[in-house]
């Protein structure tokens, strides 16, 4: 029976020993395994810590794409309003033109802008139509009273122009303060001829050609073009000049239509 108690108690003896070597140890025990865990829980930080930049970047990237297109479309929205100031900055300016040589006074008149221009077949298309009272033959100018053309075909919200350069066209005209009297016939490709005016009195390059009352196509006194070139004859009494249009029509951007005179 002693000998059984004494084995028992060196059992528990030594136990206590080891859980006291235990308690005495620990901070060793403990410093251990932070060392050998210290590499892989950095690598765990690393990779937490690079993880949570890539979703902040990949949140910065998704805030400044949403950002950016708002831009785009707040730029566009202002190109626009730009666009539209300009286009009535440039009708202003025509109009103020036009007040100034006393077209809005002498005609009543319907503003359009062109929308195509077909320059080698001498036409173009206005945005007004029959909703805005236009009919076909009405006469088309600009804002410094010049003869342009005239409504060859209507549609409900745009028009065809056809120019005084264009080869069916013909009609009066005469050289300014000269008295000289001819009839003017469209050469195609914006070319123009005064033809059937007589020698006398002597017709001269730069003179001022204009529209006449006679036949009652366009009301007198429109600006047509000037003498650019005279052709000559011998034999023939009368003789024809071609005329250096007084429009530039591939920079015209907005016309009159003239709906009474």
Request: proline share 3%.
């Amino acid at each position: 029976m002693n000998l059984f108690f004494k084995k028992n108690f060196l059992i528990i003896l030594i136990g206590i020993l080891i859980i006291s070597s235990f308690n005495f140890y620990q901070k060793e025990i403990r410093n251990f395994f932070y060392s050998v865990s210290q590499s892989f829980q950095k690598n765990l930080w690393v990779k937490g810590a690079n993880v949570s930049d890539f979703s902040k970047s990949l949140f910065k990237s998704t805030v400044l794409k949403r950002e950016n297109e708002e831009l785009k479309k707040q730029n566009q929205e202002l190109f626009n309003q730009i666009v539209a100031l300009q286009g009535l900055a440039e009708e202003n300016k025509t109009l103020r033109e036009a007040l100034d040589v006393g077209v809005q006074k002498d005609f009543e008149l319907v503003i359009a802008d062109l929308i195509a221009k077909d320059l080698s077949g001498d036409f173009l298309i206005i945005n007004k139509g029959v909703s805005d009272g236009l009919s076909v033959g009405f006469p088309v100018i600009t804002a410094q009273k010049a003869l342009i053309g005239k409504v060859s075909e209507v549609f409900e919200n745009f028009s065809q122009v056809i120019l005084i350069s264009h080869p069916q066209i013909s009609f009066p005209a005469q050289i300014y303060e000269k008295g000289i009297t001819g009839i003017v016939k469209g050469g195609g490709n914006l070319r123009m001829f005064l033809e059937k005016i007589p020698r006398d009195p002597e017709t001269k390059e730069g003179d001022l050609i204009i529209t006449t009352s006679l036949g009652g196509n366009f009301p007198k006194n429109l600006l047509i073009g000037q003498v650019e070139k005279i052709q000559k004859s011998d034999i023939e009494p009368l003789q024809k000049v071609e005329i250096s249009p007084f429009v530039n029509i591939g920079e015209l951007e907005i016309v009159f239509i003239i709906t009474n005179f």
